[in-house]
């Protein structure tokens, strides 16, 4: 309807009393019946001025637009010095002049100068159209940069003289020619300005911000009816352009949605000159509390630098103090204070290092220390009770809890250094974990060893392949010889044969452990390809089956209900889980308890996990770093290379091959390798 339709939110009409809704509304009603009859009137008498005289119709569109157009250029020059907004100040300056020129155009048709002349009030035309579509075009950069106003009017002044000029002397390029129609210059002029003017749009949408969009909507469409009008010339070849009825109505709309936009908004909505007075009303307040303020400061101001010096040197202990303390407690080393054999201070990287425990605890309780180490530990913390001042270094073994009962052995670096905190001689225990150094390097040597014990194992395998292999053949000559023997009586032929048996047996023996060795002396590449993990562990409990059910194990399987895939060797991987089975049996053998044994799979962490555990003994803590290990063995009849075979076969394959107690007490060997897709492989 109109701004009052636009500026009351819907939601504040039921705060309104009944007649103050009922006033409202009759005034909208009353504004929308007097805007359309004033077009139902003003349109049918300029068509009917047109009909009775067209000079006539076109001198009151003319005198109309001038009158707007000095009607914005007083609202705006007088409200100049409140306006926040340019742009407003711009365009009514522009159109003084705009207006100016329409008015001269109107009355160059009565012979203002000097005769009537076609191609002087098509050249009126056309310097007022320049002016105004320029204007409009540069006026946006004004919504949010300032312009001067007298130099910004002076300049207009100049501009609109030498249009003037340039026509009264002759200048102006031609734009009518009689006897000959309009020159190239007036048709070029007629896509020029509309094209400018249509510019002047897309300048203006890049500038709504700074607009409400009630005064947008009015501004945008009065450019696009004027570029219409100006467009609406080409179809005339004439030179009395106020012939065109369509142009009259164009020009007139045009005119006046810019007078709805500046100067009916500015005189019924003058938000933003009351919100400047208001603003400034305020920075006068504010000014004044601020002087008060200041003036109460400056009495209290010397009382605060004495106190500020009083306060100087407790304030930077207490920095330093802070610093201190923010350096030590985000430091990535373990960090501990220890005076007179207690922990009086640790940081929050030692409770993650050893485990959380209680401060002021004596140092001794700092952690469980590996067994192995308890003497070298013990020297270190009497060196801390000491009174020299020296500093100690050496390498520990800690186990450290791991969740669901376990523990894991950490290696930590462990340094005092002799300090002097809060008047007291004390010392600085500085912790730092090299579990994964120690790990490569024993990795590395361990690798090393391999290399070293592989070339020694196959050059004494094949030393030994030979004899045996002799030996063998004398044994089966024996054995064939006995029974042909017929001077022997049975019991000497079964004595003798008992011990032929016992040798062969030997012998066997002999060639599987030299096969065992040159097995694990010569590295086997795995050939990788997309498995299940379920069918490798079906396949080893159906081959484990027989021997499981003679040593009266129960087994268990947990599988995952799909597939678990991963890239491996199926024959390799098989032989691992046949070797962990097979030390599962033999760990249970003497068991007076039920024996158990459960092969689970699962689908954890983006890894494919194979876990083997029995009920058995368990391996202790301080095995578990040794136990895969070449030739490390716990029991008297082994060979110490099944599980490090083991081991190296999931290294090759990128994974790992862990120890951990079961559910039962026993051993858990736990298997991980990265899972893998059908999609991922493809």
Request: proline fraction near 4%.
């Given at each position: 309807m109109?701004?009052?339709?636009?500026?009351?939110e819907?939601?504040?009409l039921?705060?309104?009393?009944?007649?103050?809704?009922?006033?409202?509304?009759?005034?909208?009603?009353?504004?929308?019946?007097?805007?359309?009859?004033?077009?139902?009137?003003?349109?049918?008498?300029?068509?009917?001025?047109h009909?009775?005289?067209?000079?006539?119709s076109?001198?009151l569109?003319e005198?109309?637009?001038?009158?707007?157009a000095?009607?914005?250029?007083?609202?705006?020059?007088?409200?100049?010095?409140f306006?926040?907004?340019?742009?407003?100040?711009?365009?009514?300056i522009?159109?003084?002049?705009?207006?100016?020129?329409?008015?001269?155009?109107?009355?160059?048709?009565?012979?203002?100068?000097?005769?009537?002349d076609?191609?002087?009030?098509?050249?009126?035309?056309?310097?007022?159209?320049?002016?105004q579509?320029?204007?409009?075009?540069?006026a946006?950069?004004?919504?949010v940069?300032?312009?001067?106003p007298?130099?910004?009017?002076?300049?207009?002044?100049?501009?609109?003289?030498?249009?003037?000029?340039?026509?009264?002397?002759?200048i102006?390029?031609?734009?009518?020619?009689?006897?000959?129609?309009?020159?190239?210059f007036?048709?070029?002029?007629?896509?020029?300005?509309?094209?400018?003017q249509?510019?002047?749009?897309?300048?203006?949408?890049r500038?709504?911000?700074?607009?409400?969009?009630l005064?947008?909507?009015?501004?945008?469409?009065?450019?696009v009816?004027?570029?219409?009008?100006?467009?609406?010339?080409?179809?005339?070849?004439?030179?009395?352009?106020y012939?065109?009825?369509?142009?009259?109505?164009?020009?007139?709309i045009s005119?006046y949605?810019?007078y709805?936009?500046i100067?009916?908004?500015?005189?019924l909505?003058?938000?933003?000159?009351?919100?400047?007075?208001?603003?400034?009303?305020?920075?006068?307040?504010?000014t004044?509390?601020?002087?008060?303020?200041?003036?109460?400061?400056?009495?209290?101001?010397?009382?605060?630098?004495?106190?500020?010096?009083?306060?100087?040197?407790?304030?930077?202990?207490?920095?330093?103090?802070?610093?201190?303390r923010?350096l030590?407690?985000?430091?990535?080393?373990?960090?501990a204070?220890?005076w007179?054999?207690q922990?009086i201070?640790?940081?929050?990287?030692?409770?993650?290092?050893?485990?959380?425990?209680?401060?002021?605890i004596?140092?001794?309780?700092m952690?469980?220390?590996?067994p192995?180490?308890?003497?070298?530990?013990?020297?270190?913390?009497?060196?801390?009770?000491s009174?020299?001042?020296?500093r100690h270094?050496?390498?520990?073994?800690?186990?450290?809890?791991?969740?669901?009962?376990?523990?894991?052995?950490?290696?930590?670096?462990?340094q005092?250094?002799?300090?002097?905190?809060?008047?007291?001689?004390?010392?600085?225990?500085s912790?730092?974990?090299?579990?994964?150094?120690?790990?490569?390097?024993?990795?590395v040597?361990v690798?090393?060893?391999?290399?070293?014990?592989?070339?020694?194992?196959?050059?004494?395998?094949?030393?030994?392949?030979?004899?045996?292999?002799?030996?063998?053949?004398?044994?089966?000559?024996?054995?064939?010889?006995?029974a042909?023997?017929?001077?022997?009586d049975?019991?000497?032929?079964?004595?003798?044969?008992s011990?032929?048996?016992?040798?062969?047996?030997?012998?066997?023996?002999?060639?599987?452990?030299i096969?065992?060795?040159?097995?694990?002396?010569?590295?086997?590449?795995?050939?990788l390809?997309?498995?299940?993990?379920?069918?490798?562990?079906?396949?080893?409990a159906e081959?484990?089956?027989?021997?499981?059910?003679?040593g009266?194990?129960?087994?268990?399987?947990?599988?995952?209900?799909?597939?678990?895939?991963?890239?491996?060797?199926?024959?390799?991987?098989?032989?691992v889980?046949?070797?962990?089975?097979?030390?599962?049996?033999?760990?249970?053998?003497?068991?007076t308890?039920?024996?158990?044994?459960?092969?689970a799979?699962?689908?954890?962490d983006?890894?494919?996990?194979?876990?083997?555990?029995?009920?058995?003994?368990?391996?202790?803590?301080?095995?578990?770093?040794?136990?895969?290990e070449?030739f490390?063995?716990?029991?008297?009849?082994?060979h110490?290379?099944?599980?490090?075979?083991?081991?190296r076969?999931?290294?090759?394959?990128?994974?790992?091959?862990?120890?951990?107690?079961?559910?039962?007490?026993?051993?858990?060997?736990?298997?991980?390798?990265a899972?893998?897709?059908?999609?991922?492989?493809?």
């Amino acid at each position: 309807m109109s701004e009052l339709s636009t500026s009351i939110e819907p939601s504040a009409l039921p705060l309104l009393r009944a007649p103050q809704v009922t006033h409202l509304r009759a005034m909208v009603t009353g504004r929308l019946v007097a805007f359309l009859l004033g077009g139902l009137f003003i349109l049918p008498l300029l068509y009917a001025a047109h009909v009775y005289d067209p000079v006539v119709s076109h001198s009151l569109v003319e005198m109309f637009s001038a009158t707007v157009a000095v009607g914005i250029f007083m609202l705006a020059w007088n409200a100049r010095p409140f306006l926040d907004n340019h742009y407003v100040l711009f365009v009514g300056i522009a159109y003084l002049f705009v207006g100016t020129i329409d008015y001269l155009h109107a009355h160059s048709f009565h012979d203002l100068f000097g005769q009537a002349d076609p191609n002087v009030y098509t050249q009126l035309w056309f310097s007022a159209r320049y002016l105004q579509s320029v204007a409009l075009l540069i006026a946006p950069l004004f919504a949010v940069h300032r312009l001067k106003p007298g130099l910004t009017l002076g300049a207009f002044s100049l501009l609109a003289l030498l249009l003037l000029g340039s026509i009264k002397v002759g200048i102006f390029p031609a734009c009518w020619v009689p006897g000959v129609g309009p020159t190239w210059f007036k048709t070029a002029s007629d896509y020029g300005v509309t094209a400018l003017q249509l510019g002047a749009v897309a300048t203006l949408y890049r500038a709504r911000a700074c607009f409400s969009p009630l005064v947008f909507k009015r501004l945008a469409l009065s450019i696009v009816f004027s570029a219409a009008a100006e467009l609406s010339g080409t179809i005339y070849t004439d030179a009395y352009l106020y012939n065109s009825i369509f142009w009259h109505y164009l020009k007139v709309i045009s005119f006046y949605l810019l007078y709805k936009a500046i100067i009916e908004t500015g005189l019924l909505q003058p938000y933003e000159l009351l919100f400047r007075n208001l603003k400034g009303s305020e920075l006068q307040l504010r000014t004044a509390r601020d002087g008060l303020e200041l003036r109460v400061y400056e009495r209290t101001a010397e009382l605060k630098r004495a106190n500020e010096r009083l306060e100087h040197t407790l304030v930077e202990l207490r920095d330093s103090e802070n610093r201190f303390r923010s350096l030590v407690e985000h430091s990535p080393v373990a960090t501990a204070i220890v005076w007179q054999g207690q922990v009086i201070f640790k940081n929050g990287e030692q409770d993650r290092l050893l485990g959380p425990r209680p401060i002021e605890i004596t140092v001794q309780r700092m952690g469980e220390i590996y067994p192995e180490d308890e003497s070298k530990f013990a020297d270190f913390c009497a060196a801390m009770d000491s009174q020299y001042e020296i500093r100690h270094s050496l390498e520990l073994r800690f186990c450290v809890p791991a969740g669901a009962g376990e523990k894991v052995i950490r290696w930590v670096h462990c340094q005092t250094t002799p300090l002097y905190y809060h008047g007291k001689n004390a010392t600085l225990l500085s912790m730092v974990d090299i579990t994964r150094m120690h790990n490569l390097e024993e990795t590395v040597a361990v690798r090393e060893n391999l290399a070293s014990l592989g070339q020694l194992a196959t050059g004494i395998a094949h030393e030994i392949r030979n004899p045996l292999s002799g030996i063998n053949l004398n044994l089966s000559t024996i054995e064939h010889l006995l029974a042909k023997a017929e001077a022997l009586d049975c019991e000497a032929k079964e004595r003798l044969g008992s011990i032929v048996v016992q040798a062969k047996t030997a012998s066997t023996r002999i060639a599987s452990v030299i096969q065992r060795v040159m097995d694990f002396a010569k590295p086997i590449p795995p050939k990788l390809e997309l498995i299940d993990v379920n069918r490798v562990v079906e396949v080893a409990a159906e081959f484990c089956l027989a021997s499981l059910r003679r040593g009266g194990v129960e087994i268990h399987k947990a599988l995952e209900p799909e597939e678990v895939l991963c890239l491996a060797d199926f024959r390799l991987l098989e032989q691992v889980l046949l070797n962990l089975i097979t030390n599962a049996l033999q760990a249970m053998a003497n068991n007076t308890s039920p024996k158990r044994l459960e092969l689970a799979t699962a689908h954890r962490d983006g890894k494919a996990v194979i876990s083997v555990s029995d009920s058995g003994p368990g391996v202790p803590p301080q095995l578990r770093d040794v136990l895969f290990e070449p030739f490390h063995t716990t029991r008297k009849d082994g060979h110490g290379v099944g599980l490090s075979f083991s081991h190296r076969i999931i290294t090759e394959h990128s994974g790992r091959l862990t120890v951990h107690r079961s559910r039962w007490g026993g051993a858990e060997f736990r298997i991980e390798i990265a899972a893998q897709t059908a999609n991922n492989v493809k």
